[in-house]
């Protein structure tokens, strides 16, 4: 069974593409929002309840206080971005696109939509072009989270063949944030497939010090790691917790199967 960077993206690497907004944690409901704050405020607000609902799984009730954030500022570009990432969950593919490119119009230096739009591109096989969009956003200095573009920049670069460079944006990303569990894990893998299990054992471990629970992928390069090293011990560590907290998976029992 192979192991790629596209197969170990986790779910947080979603919640990365979040940028800069509000993580207050009480779930707000837009109709709280008084109307004597100022247009561009309600705007704020129904997208900063957007992006809670977000977390949250509730991409409807999400989308919801998206519109009504453009129904008081067509141009906010947060919401624009916001609205994006809605529609890329939902693999609505058309609509996210144009919210996305929208949301650049309105801000065109915003390194978040740029960040955004580059890995929507990205996952969607115009990769060349993602990088594009990670280069421009990495170029603003008043971007806050640089790793992100660098974590993107990173897969995104490995998906076209250039090794050096994937790894060259991984480990500037973790220079950045060196707790960006999903970097360290990228890293891993990308050294597993050079054959370097010793180095990817290592990011393995930084990874699972930072993630606690591990998807069944995540574990199956894991356990193909310590069964390179010959580490049987490990080896059967990583099969167990795959048996205890996936025992109905596919790749549970191809593991299973083939010790």
């Not at 453009?70 to 971005?81: G, H, I, T």
């Not at 929507?120 to 280069?135: A, E």
């Not at 460079?165 to 220079?175: F, I």
């Amino acid at each position: 069974m192979k192991i790629n960077a596209k197969i170990i993206v986790t779910c947080s690497m979603l919640m990365a593409l979040l940028g800069c907004v509000s993580n207050s944690s009480t779930e707000r409901s837009s109709g709280d929002i008084p109307n004597k704050m100022t247009a561009t405020e309600r705007a704020k607000a129904h997208t900063d309840v957007a992006v809670e609902y977000f977390r949250s799984g509730r991409l409807g009730v999400s989308l919801d206080s998206v519109k009504q954030a453009l129904n008081v500022s067509p141009d906010y570009s947060p919401a624009l971005n916001m609205r994006g990432l809605i529609y890329m969950e939902l693999q609505e593919n058309i609509k996210a696109k144009e919210s996305f490119e929208a949301a650049l119009r309105a801000a065109p230096l915003d390194s978040d939509v740029l960040n955004n739009l580059g890995w929507f591109v990205c996952q969607r096989g115009d990769v060349t072009k993602s990088m594009d969009y990670f280069r421009q956003a990495l170029k603003n200095p008043l971007y806050s989270t640089p790793e992100r573009a660098l974590l993107n920049g990173g897969i995104c670069a490995r998906k076209l063949g250039d090794l050096p460079a994937a790894e060259s944006n991984l480990l500037a990303a973790l220079d950045r944030n060196p707790q960006l569990a999903q970097a360290q894990l990228q890293l891993a893998d990308l050294e597993f497939s050079k054959g370097k299990m010793r180095e990817a054992s290592e990011r393995m471990t930084r990874y699972l010090n930072l993630d606690s629970a591990p998807g069944v992928e995540t574990l199956l390069l894991a356990v193909k790691i310590a069964r390179g090293l010959g580490d049987r011990n490990q080896e059967a560590s990583y099969v167990q917790q795959m048996r205890k907290r996936f025992p109905e998976s596919e790749v549970t029992r191809t593991v299973l199967q083939n010790r």
